[in-house]
């Protein structure tokens, strides 16, 4: 039997997804698959369960979210010290290492995967088509024009407690501390995670890397570290994007 598979990211949108497809494709053997970077908010535990129950509905049989982590890399900080690296130009590794590649392994040719995008993120389906060809790739929020908005609204209706990063003002249920985020994003992990904000500073420090830049004089680039950031900095500030298996190959 075919697979269909659900990268289930433990955000709004992959959750709807997950929902809408197993619905649709009652006749393929459901994965529902969670990339365990060991660096999310504890509540995502929560979270899946009550997915389990909602997912399950739809089936004879329950459904159970499947872990698929890397076995070289513990957490986001084990891929910082060891490769060196933050984030830059190329993207943060931490993703490719922790999602994309135990991705490849688990992938087969003929399965049919699902992803959360949503009605905004055309472009990047448009990109991912072009990118990878050979994957059978099922979009069905973007099918039935759904916003994150609206995904949020359905989790709120099925009765399910969002997850605790969303309740805190973010946009996305990323790690604590992703690399990819602004200058407002860190001032709100050290607002809500002043631990994670300090250790982060330290490995700036650390690796002589700092995640932020501002630009000064001709339009030239000037790294600001965590330890110098000002409080207020980045008011109006952009979040990274919901963190998926291809958000370096997209940078």
């Given amino acids: 039997m075919k697979r269909l598979v659900c990268w289930f990211s433990c955000g709004a949108t992959s959750a709807v997804a997950t929902k809408l497809v197993l619905a649709q494709f009652p006749d393929l053997e459901p994965h529902v698959v969670y ?21 399950s509905e739809d089936r004879w ?11 070289k890399y513990h957490d986001i900080w084990d891929v910082f ?16 290492v ?30 991912f088509r072009a990118n990878n ?13 759904y916003s994150k908005a609206r995904c949020l609204e359905i989790i709120a209706a099925a009765g399910i407690e969002l997850p605790t990063m969303y309740k805190l003002g973010y946009r996305n249920n990323n790690c604590i501390g992703c690399p990819k985020g602004g200058q407002g994003y860190w001032n709100m992990i ?9 250790r982060m500073a330290k490995m700036e420090r650390h690796l002589n890397a700092a995640i932020n830049k501002s630009y000064v004089g001709d339009g030239l680039r000037k790294e600001v570290f965590l330890d110098e950031l000002d409080p207020k900095a980045g008011r109006g500030y952009v979040e990274p994007m919901d963190c998926g298996l291809f958000c370096q190959e997209e940078e």
């Avoid at 049989?61 to 076995?71: L, V």
């Avoid at 135990?102 to 990109?127: C, N």
């Fill in 61 to 71: 049989f329950p459904i159970e979210i499947e872990r698929n982590s890397s076995e």
């Fill in 81 to 96: 010290e060891r490769e060196r690296w933050i984030v830059g130009v190329q993207g943060a590794k931490c993703t490719k």
């Fill in 133 to 145: 060809s050979h994957i059978h790739l099922e979009t069905p929020l973007i099918d039935k024009c």
């Fill in 35 to 55: 990339h365990d970077t060991r660096s999310e908010h504890p509540d995502n535990e929560r979270f899946m369960a009550d997915c389990e129950e909602w997912f």
């Fill in 98 to 127: 922790l999602k994309r590649d135990p991705s490849r392994t688990y992938e087969r040719p003929d399965d049919v995967q699902v992803f959360g995008f949503d009605l905004s993120e055309a472009h990047r389906v448009h990109r």
């Fill in 190 to 198: 050290r607002r809500d995670f002043p631990e994670v904000f300090d």
